[in-house]
């Protein structure tokens, strides 16, 4: 396990920049969950007895990177998951990069998905499917190199691998993303989406609080974040 890199860190939440290897939480791999590696780290850093709270308030895929957000008090846990229920309440910015330019600079993109939980995946269908739930995203290009164009994505619904399938959707698989038609993968299995940013009000402060995750450590990645100033 790679150290942590803490984004932000106060007495009620705390959040890190995701690695690709890394899991939010346990599943059938078995493998160690990023929020156990939080809770031995706290435990750690601040000397605290006895099991540590924790608490899970969102979620990005596994090969996804970029800023997640924890909660380290229940009170904290509580208003945070009132407010991800709130699409309006926490501004979530996404990277992707892609090989195929978008039709436009920029749009809104609306279609209805449906989960196949034997592959693990989510497909564009009609609104009359069974389990169909609309999904919305908007997009607009703002970086291109010799052969990919970085788009930047808010989400304005959460369904499952909603990016990675709305983008591939209108023709811009995601860099790696073997799942939704990309033709190779990456050196680390990954794929080129990356939680850039979380903005929101502070659960308990009440404060503005806008907390942003560095790009892995990829030549590329590096080309799009340097444009970005």
């Given at each position: 396990?790679?150290?942590l ?10 959040a890190?920049?995701?690695k690709v ?8 791999t078995g493998d160690t969950?990023l929020?156990?590696?939080i ?12 099991e540590v ?8 895929d ?6 997640i957000l924890?909660?380290?008090?229940s009170?904290a846990l509580?208003?945070l998951n009132?407010?991800?229920k709130?699409k309006?309440a926490?501004k979530?910015?996404y990277w992707?990069?892609?090989?195929n330019?978008?039709?436009?600079q920029?749009?809104r ?5 449906v989960?196949?939980t ?11 499917v069974?389990?169909?739930?609309e999904?919305i995203?908007?997009y ?9 164009y970085?788009?930047e ?12 399938a ?8 995601i860099?790696g993303?073997l799942?939704y ?5 990456n ?8 939680a ?15 907390i ?5 450590d990829?030549s590329?990645?590096?080309y799009?974040?340097?444009?970005d100033g």
């Amino acid at each position: 396990m790679e150290p942590l890199e803490i984004l932000y860190i106060d007495n009620h939440i705390i959040a890190v920049n995701k690695k690709v290897s890394d899991i939010v939480q346990g599943d059938k791999t078995g493998d160690t969950p990023l929020s156990e590696h939080i809770k031995n780290y706290l435990k750690v850093t601040f000397n605290k007895p006895g099991e540590v709270f924790l608490g899970v308030t969102h979620r990005i895929d596994r090969p996804t990177t970029g800023a997640i957000l924890f909660a380290r008090t229940s009170k904290a846990l509580t208003r945070l998951n009132e407010m991800f229920k709130d699409k309006e309440a926490i501004k979530k910015t996404y990277w992707a990069l892609v090989k195929n330019p978008p039709k436009e600079q920029e749009g809104r993109l609306t279609h209805f998905l449906v989960k196949d939980t034997v592959k693990n995946k989510s497909r564009v269908c009609n609104a009359s499917v069974v389990g169909a739930k609309e999904a919305i995203l908007e997009y607009r290009l703002i970086g291109k190199s010799d052969t990919y164009y970085l788009l930047e994505v808010q989400l304005l619904t959460g369904r499952h691998h909603q990016i990675r399938a709305q983008l591939a959707a209108i023709g811009c698989p995601i860099k790696g993303d073997l799942k939704y038609g990309f033709p190779r993968s990456n050196p680390d299995g990954g794929i080129s989406l990356h939680a850039r940013c979380i903005e929101l009000i502070h659960p308990i402060q009440k404060t503005p609080l806008r907390i942003v995750a560095s790009v892995p450590d990829d030549s590329l990645w590096k080309y799009f974040e340097g444009m970005d100033g």
